[in-house]
């Protein structure tokens, strides 16, 4: 097939066989051209599909994206899609994921990574769209260990320096009671367990609003706050029915998972409930405890913010007080101490109640709204003082003496045992 033949392009006759792609090509000497094409593809996709690529084509440097980015951005619309993403959403997400695809960092990572990519960019996206959409939803669709998500997650937002509000609770109250059904006639829901779900979902976003505002959110996981909120919400609006059913059986009836932090946040919940009922005139009387309190929730709500605030008041109010008749320059360096963080230095350091105080004490721990952390601390906190006493005394240039570290040595009968024990092992 050698019959002398001329380069189109510059008119050369230098034309050689070159093996290219293990194809055998007729190519100019000169210029490069390529005078037969074979099936050349440029890539996987366009392999799949048979379509012929001409020889040029496949050696320029396109900036077509490759085969796997084609696929992940595929993936992230997919994902949009099945959670019906408003379009704002999508477009965004689609841009990290091109994004993130390009940057250095994410070229040589594992497939399970980059799949687990397409979810982080859907799940910042919504973040930043205030669209509620938790960590689990989006494990469960990928297939997807939380673990290797979160540290993809922290990645990307640390690379990117995104910046990723904290997800609205209220939102996620409202998407997260749809799931609930106890809201529609069933044969294993009761009839007197039947609620609207406009009206658990208002009062389910007062809960939580209030157990927001009372430190119960902070650091915890939404999900079990807003199960126990909605499920006190469900409770009172027709308490004589339901005050006996449990947690538990409210998670079943409503087809629900129930985590277990969800009773501890339960148990928080209603003391915060009882605590401001205790502040109403007349509750106070009845002496309600984190069960009764239930049948008052919506007087509760209602007047939750003018409670809040006499509560903070009244406890800021007592602070103050005890501060003026002790400690006065522990305070003086902190100029903006908030009722909060005052009393909590004094439960931290544990400094000495004073005379005549007890009263005054036991009131403001009565009203006061803090962590349940700090309200009880789990291990008994260092005292400041002597850890810096300590601290001070060493610098460093110590003297070593032979026998301190002649004891993490072995001795020659240490030796012996050890070779024995180990040999015994290896034997076996
Ligand atoms: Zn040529």
Redesign the pocket.
């Known amino acids: 097939m050698s019959e002398q033949k001329q380069?189109?392009?510059?008119?050369?006759s230098?034309i050689v066989e070159d093996a290219h792609y293990s194809q055998n090509q007729l190519v100019?000497?000169?210029?490069?051209?390529v005078l037969t094409e074979g099936l050349l593809t440029t890539t996987l996709s366009d392999e799949t599909h048979f379509q012929v690529v001409r020889f040029t084509q496949s050696t320029e440097q396109t900036k077509q994206p490759t085969r796997s980015k084609i696929r992940g951005l595929k993936r992230v619309r997919d994902l949009c899609k099945i959670l019906c993403l408003p379009y704002v959403c999508e477009e965004k997400a689609v841009s990290y994921y091109q994004r993130a695809f390009d940057h250095p960092s994410y070229h040589t990572v594992r497939v399970e990574k980059k799949e687990i990519l397409v979810g982080c960019c859907v799940y910042v996206s919504c973040r930043q769209h205030n669209w509620p959409l938790t960590v689990s939803t989006i494990c469960s669709l990928l297939h997807a260990d939380k673990g290797l998500f979160t540290t993809v997650f922290l990645n990307v937002i640390k690379e990117f320096e995104l910046d990723v509000p904290a997800q609205s609770l209220t939102d996620l109250v409202k998407t997260y009671c749809d799931s609930f059904q106890v809201f529609q006639n069933s044969r294993s829901v009761p009839p007197k367990f039947v609620e609207e779900k406009e009206k658990v979902v208002q009062r389910a976003s007062q809960i939580v609003e209030l157990a927001s505002e009372t430190w119960l959110v902070t650091g915890r996981h939404p999900i079990p706050i807003i199960i126990a909120a909605s499920y006190l919400a469900w409770q009172s609006l027709r308490p004589a029915d339901r005050l006996s059913c449990s947690l538990l059986r409210f998670c079943k009836l409503a087809g629900v998972d129930f985590p277990s932090p969800a009773s501890l946040r339960l148990k928080e919940i209603s003391e915060v409930l009882a605590k401001l009922a205790s502040q109403l005139a007349w509750l106070r009387v009845l002496n309600l405890n984190k069960k009764t309190v239930v049948k008052y929730i919506g007087d509760i709500l209602h007047h939750r913010i003018v409670l809040l605030r006499n509560a903070i008041k009244s406890t800021f109010d007592a602070t103050a007080a005890g501060h003026s008749c002790a400690n006065e320059e522990s305070t003086q360096d902190e100029p903006e101490t908030t009722p909060g963080t005052s009393e909590t230095t004094d439960l931290l350091t544990g400094a000495p109640s004073r005379k005549g105080d007890v009263d005054l004490t036991s009131k403001r721990k009565a009203l006061l709204f803090l962590p349940p952390c700090l309200l009880n601390p789990k291990k008994k906190t260092r005292n400041s003082e002597e850890l810096n006493s300590t601290e001070l005394n060493v610098t460093g240039d110590e003297d070593i003496s032979d026998s301190e570290i002649e004891q993490y040595l072995r001795t020659p009968e240490e030796i012996k045992v050890f070779q024995r024990a180990h040999n015994a092992v290896g034997l076996s």
């Open positions: 380069c189109p392009e510059c008119g050369s230098e100019c000497v000169e210029c490069g051209y």
